[in-house]
């Protein structure tokens, strides 16, 4: 069983950064796509970025893409979300999940973390 946990979040102010990690356990970041999602209270879970296995290639929801940027590192067995221009919306729970294949669909991931609350307030 994959197992995945994410770390790095917690209370930052309007316009600040957080760099969140998501720690896999087995070396497979060469296989399984790795993508980040949040869900806010009273809302649905929501796909942020994904980075496939095999290539490294990534794919960005519209509403993050020019804040946030999704990287990793195979040695580590880890991938990293940074989070920049961190707005009040941005508060929710963060989570990283596995897929077979890169998506935002959060129906396409296999195994979850069990997330990290990110707070964006002054």
């Known amino acids: 069983q994959l197992q995945l946990v994410e770390s790095g979040g917690g209370l930052v102010q309007p316009g600040g950064s957080l760099n969140l990690s998501c720690v896999v356990s087995q070396r497979t970041l060469d296989y399984y796509s790795i993508g980040w999602f949040r869900q806010a209270p009273g809302k649905e879970r929501e796909g942020l970025s994904c980075?496939?296995?095999?290539?490294?290639?990534?794919e960005y929801a519209d509403s993050v893409k020019d804040r946030f940027t999704i990287s990793k590192n195979n040695a580590k067995n880890t991938v990293y979300l940074q989070l920049n221009s961190l707005r009040p919306d941005d508060t929710a729970v963060y989570y990283c999940?596995?897929?077979?294949?890169?998506?935002?669909?959060?129906?396409?991931?296999?195994?979850w973390g069990q997330g990290t609350q990110v707070t964006v307030s002054s």
């Open positions: 980075i496939k296995g095999t290539d490294g290639s990534t």
């Open positions: 999940a596995a897929a077979h294949w890169k998506s935002l669909r959060p129906g396409d991931f296999v195994s």
